[in-house]
């Protein structure tokens, strides 16, 4: 009698492999199923095998909305599938199920001289709603700071001038910043109101997403606003991440600099501020 462990690994393997279930004449299921009195071993071991997968392929559905109505029902399972054969399942919850699918979506893109007659920027635009579809769902799901007090506007006027250039800023577990080649948000927020918006146009986008209350977020940001949040949010002091960016000096820029720092406490970017001893 084999060991019921190595039973139970053979049928996972099987089971979560993504090709074609083994066949009768195969020896291992020989040695390990028998039939029932309607069906074949392999068509027993096919049942789970399916199941498995499709359950699979309605998490992704369900994962990217906006995507599968932009793709259709089929195009969508096609690219699912083979994200799975690519990047099988190796979490125990599901949540993690489409942490790659955009990485899948990059690396399988044609280039751009056999790209056909795909319109320009379509797949810059699918890869990119895939990646802020994904970010909603891992912000929704991840950890946040509801019920804790945050850095914000009054915390921010608190610090002296003195202090304020080497201050570093804490930022909230949930905040993630995107840089994308379309505005894949807009089209985004039209398709979930029930409008029929068309693909847009290349444009650089930045985004920082967040969640406030359980609602998760997303605002747009200017370049330079972009480069020093990401300092900010990588552990930069105030001084390193303003001179750090290629953003222009002088009174319109301090002026616009105040008006990001002050946005960013409004929508809870930060936790805390930690300024020099």
Known sequence: MRDLEAIQRWMQGVIMNAG???ADDDEELRRTLTRSRRLTAAQRLAIYHNAYHARLL??????????????????????AFGYLVA??????????????????LTE???????????PAGWAAFVIDLAALEWTFSEVFDG?????????????????SPECWLQTRLEPVPCLRLLRLRTPAHEYYAAARDGREPAPPAPRDTFLAVTRRNYVVQHHALHAAEFDILGALAAGRTV????????????YAGAALLGDWFRRWAANGFFRAALTPA
């Open 87 to 104: 990047y099988p399942s190796r979490s125990y919850t599901l949540t993690q199920l489409g942490s790659r699918f955009a990485q899948y």
């Open 20 to 22: 074609a279930a083994p």
């Open 239 to 250: 001084a390193e991440a303003i001179m750090g960016t290629a953003f222009v000096r002088g």
């Open 108 to 118: 399988t893109c044609p280039a751009d001289s056999d790209a056909g007659e795909a």
């Open 143 to 159: 950890p946040g700071v509801e019920g804790e007090p945050l850095f914000d506007a009054a915390a921010l006027a608190a610090i």
């Open 58 to 79: 309605e998490c992704l559905r369900e994962e990217f909305p906006v995507l599968r109505q932009v793709l259709g029902e089929e195009t969508f399972d096609a690219f």
